[in-house]
């Protein structure tokens, strides 16, 4: 299953202008929020989530939080997807694939999982 997103970069950036913080950490855990150096890579890690539920065919919310979905960063600084324990058994995911850019004022982000 493969899926895609794409988020406004200012879109992210007003809308932690206007929230501060409360807003990375609806969406962001502790261990993300510490690759987060400028507004790019939270918009990156919305589309990235929001990629990740389109490619189990969910959306989030109920059954997928943004806390299902780990965004983390291999040696090579690439960007990982993990899904919960209980997404990865509910939905047979062997293993998943994500990538992630940024241009023209939007992030954009693609998600590839085998299914088991």
């Keep these: 299953m493969i899926g895609i997103d794409i988020v406004s970069i200012d879109r992210i950036k007003k809308m932690h202008e206007k929230f501060g913080d409360k807003f990375y950490n609806r969406f962001l855990d502790e261990e993300e929020k510490e690759f987060v150096k400028k507004v790019e890579t939270a918009a990156g890690f919305w589309a990235a989530k929001e990629a990740a539920s389109k490619a189990i065919g969910v959306e989030i919310g109920e059954i997928c939080g943004f806390y299902d979905i780990k965004i983390k960063k291999d040696k090579k600084n690439a960007p990982k997807i993990k899904?919960?324990?209980?997404?990865?058994?509910?939905?047979?995911?062997?293993?998943?694939?994500?990538?992630?850019?940024?241009?023209?004022?939007?992030?954009?982000?693609?998600?590839?999982?085998?299914?088991?």
Excluded: E, W
Aim: proline share 0%.
């Design 83 to 116: 899904y919960s324990k209980f997404l990865r058994k509910k939905f047979k995911i062997k293993k998943s694939h994500l990538s992630i850019t940024h241009d023209g004022g939007f992030a954009i982000a693609v998600v590839a999982n085998k299914i088991k």
